[in-house]
């Protein structure tokens, strides 16, 4: 779709260009802006490694590898041609190839690029605080692996394909990159073809009702332990809260840091928090009622994390077991 501008009530149509023409490199121009604005192709995605190439006896690399806010991997292809030369096959392999890829590992990746940029700071800490995912649910990490490919254009044979991976569940995604000219100026409009906006919603939900009739026989292998504390029968998420709040009110420490210091045996990221530090979209997450919010002496108020799996829950229990408190698992 062609772009104008207006001026004097009047519309004047951009000049349509190339990369090439405008002398802009696939690598040293296009890479470099966009991984530094990767939502212009890969919203709510963090960039964890550029030109990444960690396997041996191949000399292939993936433009950028992100990761989205499900903790799920993105490989990002970009070409500045008109046809996408094979761009969705290379896509593929690379997804193939870093489907065993460990949140560690990922870590790892991620202190080097940022390290690389000259950007500080932990890198487990960022991804942790950037994707929707507790300590507890790092068993998901990965567990999906999209594909990004953006172009300035793409054939009719990579479409077509696009579309048939799509299909047959691969989430796949076309973003055309259309430079234009104006005053001396290259404008972009990032377009995405693949899947159509409009009709993106409805084609996931048609994916999930396939994918739910196709497992419906299937058990479930949701974890439903239950424990018995001080004569009542609690799952995770209620014993974590009662463990907590009788803990806190056994050892009344006078402030969160007092608190943090005490329990840094068993304490781990968003298991506890100041209900002030708790954005609205994680409130979610937490127990948040007002008869589960504790109050500390020092008038901060702090809220338990819901979010609990048999190995958190095992090292609470532990910790709790050694000031004296019987927890049975039944």
Not at 198 to 223: G, M, N, P, W
């Amino acid at each position: 779709m062609p772009l104008y501008n207006i001026s004097d009530k009047t519309l004047s149509r951009l000049d349509k260009t190339t990369f090439s023409s405008e002398k802009l490199q696939e690598r040293y121009d296009l890479q470099e802006a966009i991984k530094k604005h990767v939502g212009i192709v890969a919203p709510d995605c963090l960039v964890i490694a550029e030109e990444f190439s960690d396997w041996e006896d191949s000399r292939r690399r993936i433009d950028l590898l992100a990761i989205d806010k499900q903790a799920n991997l993105v490989v990002i292809e970009l070409k500045r041609d008109e046809i996408g030369a094979h761009m969705e096959l290379q896509a593929l392999r690379y997804a193939a190839m870093i489907s065993t890829m460990s949140f560690t590992k990922a870590c790892e990746y991620y202190q080097s690029y940022m390290q690389k940029i000259g950007e500080e700071g932990n890198a487990k800490e960022k991804i942790l605080e950037f994707v929707d995912l507790e300590d507890t649910e790092l068993s998901d990490f990965g567990k999906d692996i999209r594909i990004v490919l953006a172009s300035a254009d793409f054939s009719k044979e990579l479409t077509t394909t696009a579309i048939w991976l799509r299909d047959k569940g691969v989430d796949i995604r076309c973003v055309r990159l259309t430079p234009y000219n104006f005053k001396g100026e290259v404008l972009i409009n990032a377009e995405q073809i693949i899947p159509v906006p409009e009709l993106e919603e409805y084609q996931v939900k048609f994916r999930e009702k396939r994918a739910e009739q196709d497992i419906s026989s299937l058990k479930s292998e949701k974890d439903y332990s239950e424990y018995k504390y001080n004569g009542v029968i609690f799952n995770k998420r209620k014993l974590a809260l009662e463990l907590f709040t009788d803990w806190i009110a056994k050892h009344e420490p006078q402030d969160f840091n007092e608190l943090k210091f005490k329990l840094n045996d068993v304490l781990k990221s968003r298991t506890i928090a100041l209900v002030d530090n708790i954005p609205e979209s994680r409130k979610n997450r937490f127990h948040m009622n007002e008869d589960a919010v504790i109050d500390l002496p020092s008038g901060e108020q702090i809220a338990i994390s819901n979010q609990w799996g048999l190995g958190n829950i095992g090292r609470l229990i532990d910790f709790v077991r050694r000031d004296g408190f019987i927890v049975e698992k039944l």
